[in-house]
């Protein structure tokens, strides 16, 4: 088997989701490649070890410059903050590596241009990681409506909601929460979690044309955890769009870390023609199906269990009615990816797919600001 | 149109379901005959006349024995307590009326019987009031179960769960508690509510051959609510047992007023060579049904919301989406009950059809005494 | 006790559930005023005959001019489609009768303040039918905000979605379809759906500042069923828009005749600093509540089934976890006002209240033509 | 960190769970121990190599006989069919390993006699692979009821529904079909999903006093996988009984692979004085949870989506919100044994708790034969 050798960028959350989903890749899924766990990097060098040393990372990097340069690295996997992403992505393209990439792609869609300008000049594989659209539930609402299952799209909407910021004292930036912190996230939940539920909408249902957005900021000043003062708080804590897609559909959308009760609650919802589907991450191994087709009596919202040979990804896993969970995403998209390489297609979303999606929270976070409807650029 | 005058016995909870019944029906469903609220009976006078007064009987009774001579009466109805139910009705039919009686028929299947017998060397029109049968996703169940979608049958399971007794301070007997008392209500969960599970099953599900069972009383004394003494108490307070039925399927049933959180939680379900069906009164208005023969990928348990107008009764009622309640059962079953008048072919449950209940209940409490399975004697 | 002699206009979905209510509410509900099925009214003489005779008015009209002028009549409820509102509500109130209107008040606002005018001009008790506020779910709802058991309000959320307009061949106009009929119904689902979406989410969550809005006509020409000719459609076929509350909070509304596998599906959410509160329409008797102040490890979404006697109005029906269903939210406006009558305190919504609605359908309508976000003139 | 290497028997569906288990326990918990995957051992040599190199085994054996004395290895898992049990623990125990086995234990209570008279002889940790204990879900409840959330218990009601064997077409024994055959298996449903339900049960609700049961084989002869000839069938399709807990709690138990529409639901729910709990395998990550101490007005079942830090063993896995899947519990169990090597204190189940729960199932079998309450041995 060929050796596809990554070199990591940062060890927080999605370092751990990517370690484990590089880590397991294989003993799930036969390719011709497999990844090695070749260099770590953060600058932190005692903490960078201890995460190698636990993860089976091979060596050690403090300096991402240094790690782009290996010759021993293929891939650049960027899963540290988002101030980073740019600079990382694009002097990896240049070393000639293939390049992943935490989501959102840029601070800003005119980050974003340059690193998609960057990996397609230097013509090396590339990836975002929005990894639910391999949740299998997603996936097969994604062959459902390219099936024409639903027939012509009427309505879209979708919402992601949590809870995690209400308090008044949580502090903004620093560790575990530099997602507070404008300079380094870029903006509030708009990048976070609207960005999500954008690039499933545009998988799944087409290009955006034009929203009219609204942001809100409720808790206006926060300490911050590295300069310790109290400061004024950037990001956006809520954040809601209309919008109508090139396919004639409207759609509602909305973010927010104010939802008390809500954890992570992503979900979208689908009406065509002839039927409908909606899917929640907060059970998401279940994918809700209405098929106006079924015969009158007995017509109703189909809740499916997609622990099936036949549902997407799953044969590779247990036996049906068995669940898996957020993280076999990750490995879903490694896999996809490794298959890719072989075949000489690699699957999206590609970074260009990601400039797609921070075009659309551009426009959101600029209508908001205009409070007039925005079009919105196509990448 | 004609009438059909009724004589009530009984201004209880069913007293009152009965009476907005009787009232009602002819505002939503169009039948030859109306009924006319004629006379009320009770013992106590001036309760009765209330009753009537706010109710728009003509007139009362204080003696059913009157009640049950009147020549301006058609039919009489007893929503008395159970052990009330084989006096009255046998009186009833030896006059020649028409009769409806509260579940169960009588306090054991010998009374049930004598009462059965009754009724038909009458030869009078005869219901009992399990109204279960009438609840719009129930007659669904059995449409889709007589054409034959679930194929050869396995399994049926119900219960019926409540938590109102499980308070130590409680008294047995007397108004609203006769359901406590052993000698008023014949016996507890048994009677009360595993004869509602029973009577859905054998209706859906064809004749129980064999029974094993078991009871207990949790809370063992009470004091009696009207001699005001500490007695033991008589009653089950839950009651399970095991069947096999004529079709060769196994089941489970399970009845109690000690399961906290529930409070009328009546649920079956039925599993079929092709599909399966599942219910529960908390959500009354909603029938969940799986068909094995839908492609693969989309297969999933359909939440069919009973509220269209291809459902059973539901023509009659609203908008599609618009529940009805518990008490359209009730209405129903008068609808069918005028249309049999019409067609001369009076619908089920008759006694005899509550006598076969009855011999159910007896033999699951005939056999959680003697702890061996028992053959159940077919009406 | 006292009458209250009711004259009737329509004998439509409406008519019957008026009728349904006002013959009703005396049997469940006690007050010293009770509903007289005096008169109803329409132009078809043989039809409202019949209706009369099904539901027990004492008389027939087919001029409601002389309806409001009639000497024994006390409440004019008009039940007729939403372009006669207006001209009857004022002559009602002009003859000094109390008047009832179903929903939205008038076919736009400038009509609404017309009646408001009339009405509090002759000082006569009003309502208008957002009937949903009295299905016992929603009103425990608002028992619960106003006891601040959310703390600070972030968010509110509310859709309606149907399905029933989406084929091509159902003509506009005509009985039974005159919500089809611009004319008529003076917009699509923006008058009828999201009026009922915003009457709840003012009585819950106070005034609404500003809206931006959209709507779409998906079908975009219909036969007439009144001309027989194929006609442009007039109405709004979906309309969504997002919302500033007075209070701070931030809100997303949506409603449409397109969303496939719904009938009836009224949802709404509101989301505060210490708790959660969801409720949808297709599952009436359900609410569904989340307490930040539970203990964290057994925190969670609390299904509450609306049932018990400590639940509004329940105590009225039958015994826990047995279901009403939605027509009783109108016995329960009937008797609320009764005993308004009796306590000289008549409950909401008023007319007024009713107008406050439709300043904020008007503002989303001219904001779907302008792209501009749009002041909500206060009622 | 000190090694501990494992000597895998098997590697079908379990063996599979395993390995995944033993080389991600040490990623997500910090141990004293860490897994090695020391040799892994089956008859087929080159399919043995294959798994091997697949999962990252160090060494292969053909013949478990050579594993077990293997000086190398520590401990010996045993995840081959029910059949091999016996011999192989026996013999691990004598050669002073410690010992995992897949569950039932033994073909019968009369072999895993043996079994645990032989590691309790040699004194060797030994747990069985009853994994459902470890879901979060599952662990809560069992923190809330050792916490005296519910009170006294009144029920426990299980079950474990599957459809996969309706098809007369399936042949029974041969690979992934062993469980098919009597000889291989030594029941059906009873030792395979029952056994699931009676451990976890025993767990939460203390000994099982006796029971009354029944069985039935629906098809009755099926092709032998093996043989090709077509066989009677041995094992029972579907499996129920009746039971007593020691502490006066009744329940009702059942499973079955003929339960058209469920893949994997294994629920079960336990009812008391204060408070229910209920739990579905189907929807893992949510246990449901009402406590009647709750506001009456505001008390309702609970949804607790069991994915907090402060639930058990999440805080390990992601950030609220996101699932984990079957395969985690396996992971658990690891962590909870290298954790009890360290502390000296093995946590359960034990290999003797294992013969509990034979006990009950033997019990169960009895019954079903003799049509009589059985009482069980205990453990």
New interface residues.
Partial sequence: MKKLNIGLVGYG?MGR?H??AF??V??FFDAAYEPVLKAVCARDASKVKDFAA??GWESVETDWKTLVKRKDVDLIDIASPNDTHAEIAIAAAKNGKMVFCEKPLGLNAAESEKIVKAVEKAGVPNMVWYNYRRLPAVT?AK??VDEG??GRI??Y?A?F????T?SKDLPQGGAGLWRLDVKVAGSGVTGDLLAHCIDTAMWLNGDIESV???T?T?VKQRKHALTGKVEKVGIDD?S???A?FKN?S?A?F?S?R????????YTFEI??????IAWD?????L?Q????R?E??????????I??S??PYMKH????????????SFIHQVADFLQGLETGKIPGPSFRDGLATDYVTDAVLSSAKS???VKVKQA
């Fill in positions: 959350f989701a370690s484990h880590r397991t294989s003993k636990q993860w097969l062959q459902l299952k639903l009427f309505h909407r919402k909601l949590q809870d995690w209400i009219t957005g609204m809100e409720f809520a809601a769009f209309l109508r004639g409207l509602t909305e927010t104010y939802a008390r009760g809500h954890k992570a609650l009406n065509g023609e002839h039927g409908s991450l907060e059970n998401l191994h994918l199906y209405f098929d106006h079924d009158g009596a007995t017509r109703g919202w189909r809740s499916i269990h622990t099936d036949d549902h896993w247990w036996v049906p009615g068995l669940q898996i969970g957020y993280e076999h409070g007039k409807w």
